[in-house]
């Protein structure tokens, strides 16, 4: 006798369970829409009917018609709303308009992992749980070239996590900042740019410092940006900051290297000092947490529960001698959470 099911109720159930299924369908759909250069297609000939796309693409016609109608479903096309035009025409969706930029190259980011989430998706995981050897990216990056594609992605996605940051802390009352990890430099020479008393300081690994100090020199700003080598896990953090930053770096580390993150934090800061932390939040972004956690449990340089719920977080700093001032959660602009947090 099957044994009795309690909630959710019917449709909840088959609405969760499809929604997994939709999940992979949908990642599927994005590559081939890559892969077949749809998105240029789209921005070099305008709004086109199914038939012309087919053609265009060399597909069997009724798949093509099956897939065009399948892009509509997870949006990445839509119906040109120009009820006269027969037969109808399709145009970029409010997806493709998103991820690709109007010539129909896709944002660099956004190919990468997916290309990386694919590579993932396409082993088996039962034999990658048993312990299958995986190609490894290695993290922290090992050589220079790993270093500038990790600077790129953050380079490319540095501008909103700019805005978050500045949404919810204001640096006027600020003289030394000290940037733990702080990319490529990007986020220091905005700072230094837009805020004329301040000094800030790039903390990182050789190869990303060395990537650092060029861009530092390029901007002209050496004399308000320093760069500093370290790896975090072994060395001090340089001393005597108003403010400390993290950000979107706590999210590749399980939570004992947070810790002593937070406790160098402490030494890097002056009496009063304050740190901030910018990441997306496990609670606040679910789909965003699989979805890198994923990617993750293949490689094995990444440790466990990288993305964390804000309560870690705050348990963390507690524990740490820190009293949080601010969080500003997840908005409609911004994936990041931010915590602005006083040394005790
Ligand atoms: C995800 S990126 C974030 C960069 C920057 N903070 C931003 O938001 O644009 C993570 C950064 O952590 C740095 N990093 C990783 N491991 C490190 C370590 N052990 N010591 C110092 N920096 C490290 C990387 O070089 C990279 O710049």
């Known amino acids: 006798m099957p044994t009795e ?7 909840q159930r088959d609405d969760i369970y499809y929604r997994f299924l939709a999940g992979a369908a949908a990642t599927r759909l994005l590559q081939s829409v890559v892969d077949l250069n749809l998105p240029q297609l789209l921005a070099s000939k305008g709004a086109l009917a199914a038939d012309e796309i087919i053609t265009a693409l060399a597909l069997q016609p009724k798949r093509g018609s ?6 509509r479903h997870v949006g990445l096309l839509e119906e040109l709303s120009d009820a006269s035009s027969s037969p109808v025409k399709y145009r970029a969706g409010p997806l493709m308009r998103a991820l690709f930029y109007a010539d129909g190259r896709m944002e660099f980011f956004y190919q990468d992992f997916l290309r990386i989430s694919l590579n993932a998706q396409a082993l088996d995981l039962v034999q990658v749980l048993r312990g299958l050897p995986v190609p490894q990216i290695p993290y922290p990056p090992q050589t220079l070239a790993e270093a500038h594609a990790l600077e790129r992605w953050m380079r490319d996605t540095a501008r909103e996590t700019i805005a978050t940051i500045e949404q919810a802390i ?5 003289q030394r900042l000290l940037d733990v990890a702080g990319g490529d430099g990007t986020m220091a020479i905005h700072f230094a740019r837009r805020y004329p008393q301040l000094h800030v300081t790039v903390f990182n690994l050789p190869n990303s410092a060395y990537i650092a100090r060029q861009n530092v020199v390029r901007a002209g700003a050496g004399e308000r940006v320093s760069i500093v080598e370290g790896d975090f896990r072994h060395d001090p953090l340089p001393q005597g900051y108003d403010l400390v930053q993290f950000s979107r770096v706590l999210a590749d580390w399980p939570e004992d290297v947070c810790r002593m993150l937070l406790d160098k934090a402490q030494h890097a800061l002056v009496p009063g000092g304050r740190l901030l932390i910018c990441e997306p939040l496990a609670d606040d972004n679910p789909d965003l947490t699989v979805a890198w956690e994923y990617k993750y449990l293949h490689y094995d340089d990444f440790g466990v529960e990288l993305y964390k ?3 870690t977080y705050e348990r963390l700093l507690s524990q740490a001698g820190f009293h949080i001032l601010k969080v500003n959660r997840k908005t409609p602009d911004t994936i990041h959470a931010v915590i602005v947090a006083q040394r005790q």
């Open 5 to 11: 099911r309690r909630e959710p109720s019917p449709t």
């Open 309 to 311: 719920p804000l309560a």
């Open 170 to 174: 204001t640096f006027e009352g600020i």
């Open 66 to 71: 099956k897939w065009l109608l399948e892009l």
